[in-house]
């Protein structure tokens, strides 16, 4: 008897475990509490609006950093992002996650900047990002240490940036979701609004163009 009662408990115990891993959400975020925060937000709430801008604000910066790389450029897109998601909250169902939603309210206007962006013919590439991690202690000293291996790592982060740059909008934007955020292909699919097969399609191009670019360098 004792035997089926722990069965009957562990059973109980499986069932809540799976029960509670569905009520959360993307990020680990409740999911019951983002459905709150967004019929809440879609009534006009904006303290409810800023609880999700709160918790999903670094996904939101990652993504715009990932596609136009240049921290400035990606924290004025987010921003632009917010306010078209907080304009267009009514428009948003349930049909895909909140999560999903934003993501292609981020991917399209980090697209719609590139693309204005090639129009122009700015070809300037973006800054390089500090090559010194925030846990040196005496990163000047490190620098000064290590010349040889530092002008190695600012010359592969520039090649590794300009065969970035080199690729499309569309392709930019496969390869980030995809490979920095880490999203299956069916929710790249659904962020970026096309089929999974044209997803594949790009990350293809998109990874062989990067592995000629730095053969031999990675």
């Known amino acids: 008897m004792s035997g089926k009662r722990r069965g009957m408990n562990g059973g109980s115990m499986n069932r809540a475990d799976s029960i509670a ?11 019951r509490q983002v459905r709150r925060w ?15 801008m709160k918790a999903y604000y670094q996904r939101v910066y990652s993504l715009a ?11 004025d897109l987010s921003q632009q992002a917010w306010v078209k998601a907080w304009k267009n909250m009514t428009r948003y169902r349930e049909s895909a996650s909140f999560f999903t939603w934003l993501y292609r309210i981020v991917s399209n ?4 900047f590139l693309r204005h962006r090639a129009r122009l013919g700015e070809q300037a590439l973006p800054d390089n990002m500090d090559l010194v991690t925030q846990s040196d202690p005496n990163p000047a000293a490190s620098r000064r240490s290590r010349p040889d291996k530092e ?3 600012a010359e592969v982060r520039r090649l590794f940036d300009e065969a970035l740059a080199e690729l499309s909008p569309e392709h930019r934007m496969a390869l980030t979701l995809r490979e920095i955020e880490g999203l299956a292909y069916d929710d790249i699919a659904k962020a970026i609004g096309c089929r999974m097969g044209t997803v594949m399609s790009r990350l293809f191009y998109a990874r062989r163009h990067m592995q000629r670019r730095l053969r031999g360098l990675l």
């Open 151 to 153: 002008a190695e790592r």
């Open 109 to 112: 206007t980090c697209l719609d």
């Open 21 to 31: 891993s569905k009520q959360m959400g993307d990020d680990g975020v409740d999911a």
């Open 38 to 52: 967004v019929q809440q937000a879609q009534g006009g709430d904006e303290e409810a609006f800023g609880e999700l």
């Open 65 to 75: 950093c990932g596609m136009v790389n240049n921290p400035d450029d990606a924290r």
